[in-house]
């Protein structure tokens, strides 16, 4: 039987349409963003993107709905899936957060997706994807075959190796140029990003940048000595500062930050800012003011720290580069948000899971045990981190199959009585949330590390479908055996 939905895929892909967007798409990515930076670069990956990002999607989709009653399905699959999809991460923060945070994750580097809402106009290009997929016919020549094939690989590199978003490190240097002190944020290695202050650091203006100002800067501070005059010093740690009165025979801890620098606080930081940058939340350079006798420290992300003669220590915020400070209901929350997305896939797993006893599918319980096994990796994978591409996609074409097995779980459930689908719905929600619970107590840092919040979710996680299952094999062997007495 021939695969008619992977035929008119690859035709779809094999479409000069197709091909010249997925050039494109490598142009504006590699090329024109960088040397002609404007609002309609910004827009063509977009347009570009989305014309062959469904052809792609559909090609999995095809292996799995292989049957010919299928073929429209797969390619509305793909189509509402990728426009779904797009407009949630342009819009909605929480999307775009995690979005990145799976990017970063399997791709091994620095993404920035932006939030702007404009990028829906994209939208509408869709229809002409779906246009060109629809008006294909089944006759797949070799020629064409090659064309399609060779598309698809280059349109998934094309979709994976975008280029960077704008990597630095927030605010990390300052220097004096006559009665003024400047600080420095670079953006992309080149961007320089450069403020004035007049008041020994206190407040800051945007201002033109000018190599000049800056010649003197020297980054990574950790155990840099700041002398201010033959007695007094200053020690800058990683997480805090220290002065000596004595020429650093003793020393004093002045101020430390060292919430900034736990795991949970980083995430949450990277994620309420949205920098679009490597976040940083140690001293990068310092510098004593002569005229205000002022200690200015460039402190990354959280802006400058300047320490006033009469031994007051300010956070300064420079430009968009702030400390904000967030109670522990907060972080909780966000950690919450940011775990939903295991929890999408948890859910229908856990009730086919469940669900498997009543089920007579031969190799349901394989492809459950992979899927087990993935979406574990996968948890691991997003919390922790992981660079290996091929193995991510491994992952992910382990967990579709068993997506595809919900719907039919959630009818032979309900097919058995209406009281075992009350509680199967009620041991996944239940296990959803132990799930959550281990992460919680990250938040609060009672669990230090993520890696270990992860582990334990994955373990708590794990038992509601044992349960159930066990409850649903009790169950249904007794109704057998009642039908038999009967």
């Not at 008619?4 to 490598?26: D, E, G, N, Y």
């Not at 963003?33 to 095809?62: E, R």
């Not at 109670?327 to 899971?353: C, G, H, K, M, R």
């Not at 509680?423 to 132990?434: C, D, N, R, T, Y």
């Amino acid at each position: 039987m021939k695969n008619r939905a992977l035929q008119r895929a690859i035709l779809s892909l094999a479409h000069p349409l197709s091909i010249a967007a997925i050039v494109l798409l490598l142009l504006n990515d590699h090329i024109f963003k960088y040397q002609w930076p404007s609002w309609w670069t910004g827009k063509l990956s977009d347009f570009a993107g989305l014309l062959f990002a469904p052809l792609l999607l559909a090609v999995p989709l095809a292996f799995i709905f292989s049957n010919p009653r299928h073929e429209r399905l797969v390619f509305r699959i793909a189509f509402l899936a990728v426009g779904l999809t797009f407009s949630l991460i342009k819009t909605i923060p929480i999307f775009n957060i995690v979005a990145i945070h799976v990017l970063e994750a399997g791709l091994g580097g620095h993404i920035a997706i932006t939030l702007d809402l404009t990028d829906l106009i994209a939208l509408p290009v869709l229809i002409v994807g779906w246009q060109l997929a629809m008006k294909q016919n089944h006759d797949l020549s070799n020629l064409r075959r090659m064309w399609g094939w060779g598309a698809l690989v280059v349109g998934a590199m094309a979709s994976i190796a975008t280029s960077q978003g704008p990597v630095g490190r927030g605010i990390e240097c300052v220097a004096r140029d006559n009665d003024k002190l400047f600080a420095g944020a670079y953006v992309s290695g080149r961007n320089l990003k450069l403020f004035a202050s007049t008041d020994g650091g206190l407040s800051w203006q945007p201002t033109e940048p000018q190599s000049t100002h800056l010649n003197n800067c020297v980054w990574y501070l950790n155990g840099f000595v700041l002398k201010q005059d033959a007695l007094v010093q200053y020690e800058f740690g990683l997480s805090t500062i220290s002065r000596s009165e004595n020429n650093g025979q003793t020393w004093t801890e002045e101020i430390n930050w060292h919430d900034l620098t736990r795991e949970v606080y980083r995430l949450y930081n990277e994620a309420l800012t949205k920098l679009g940058d490597v976040y940083t939340f140690t001293p990068q350079m310092a510098l004593i003011d002569p005229q205000t006798e002022n200690v200015v420290v460039a402190m990354g992300h959280n802006g400058v720290l300047v320490r006033t003669s009469d031994g007051t220590w300010h956070w300064v915020a420079v430009g968009k580069y702030n400390l904000y400070n967030h109670d522990q209901a907060e972080i909780a929350q966000f950690v919450v948000e940011y775990n939903l997305w295991p929890i999408l896939i948890l859910i229908p797993l856990s009730i086919a899971t469940m669900a498997n006893y009543l089920s007579r599918i031969p190799g349901n319980t394989n492809i459950l045990a992979c899927t087990w096994v993935g979406w574990a990796i996968f948890v691991m994978w997003f919390t922790v981190g992981s660079s290996w591409v091929l193995f991510d996609l491994l992952v992910f074409l382990c967990i579709v199959p068993a997506l595809s097995l919900f719907s039919s779980a959630i009818y032979e459930v309900a097919k058995e009585s209406s009281r075992a689908f009350a509680f199967v719905l009620l041991a996944a929600l239940l296990g959803s949330g132990l799930f959550l619970l281990p992460f919680i107590l990250w938040a609060y840092n009672i669990i230090p590390q993520r890696g270990q919040a992860a582990f334990f979710a994955i373990s708590v996680a794990g038992l509601m479908p044992l349960i159930g299952h066990y409850y649903l094999k009790k169950v249904v062997r007794i109704k057998s055996k009642k039908k038999k007495n009967a």
